[in-house]
């Protein structure tokens, strides 16, 4: 037996529809600007800026992958070609000969240099400039109670993605 429908209203659709445009054409955005201007794509900028922010600049791949909510075969094919590119090192984890590290290089890292105030600057025109102070706490406000209720959620998501949102809350 299916339940019926309790369908969105006029203010909640258009809201929906805002915010599926948000999440469909921001990231499309900035992988363009980033292919432009860094020869880099959104998830390879990610997963740099990943090891970059690691004290270490290493990272477990099964870390990228719950970091860039991306499957572990895909982050080991783009670590792959990052490597290639001499942008980050794998190497075997000392603590679990099972597990594969990706180390930022001194070329990854002036990469990162390069890539992120151009990354800056079209986040902060795309998202930042129309919203002011106010806007702008509304936004990281209405953000952290959506990430909340992901959180709280009975929903079957993968125990990687749950401790994301663990680790943003």
Do not use: C
Not at 127 to 136: D, K, P, T, Y
């Amino acid at each position: 037996m299916t339940e019926k429908a309790d369908w969105l209203d006029v203010d909640e659709m258009r809201t929906w529809r805002a915010l599926h445009a948000v999440l469909v054409l921001l990231p499309a955005a900035l992988d363009a600007q980033l292919r432009r201007d860094a020869q880099l794509s959104y998830l390879e900028y990610y997963v740099l800026a990943g090891l970059t922010d690691a004290p270490s600049g290493s990272r477990r791949l099964s870390e990228l992958a719950i970091l860039t909510n991306a499957e572990l075969s895909r982050i080991s094919h783009l670590v792959a070609r990052l490597e290639k590119r001499g942008l980050v090192e794998r190497r075997t984890n000392p603590d679990d000969a099972r597990a594969t590290d990706a180390v930022l290089t001194e070329a990854g890292r002036a990469k990162m240099e390069q890539a992120a105030p151009g990354h800056v600057a079209t986040v902060r025109k795309l998202v930042f400039e129309g919203l002011g102070e106010a806007g702008r706490d509304e936004l990281n406000k209405t953000a952290a109670r959506i990430v909340a209720a992901l959180n709280a959620s009975e929903l079957p998501l993968a125990p990687s993605i749950r401790k994301a949102l663990r680790e943003t809350t």
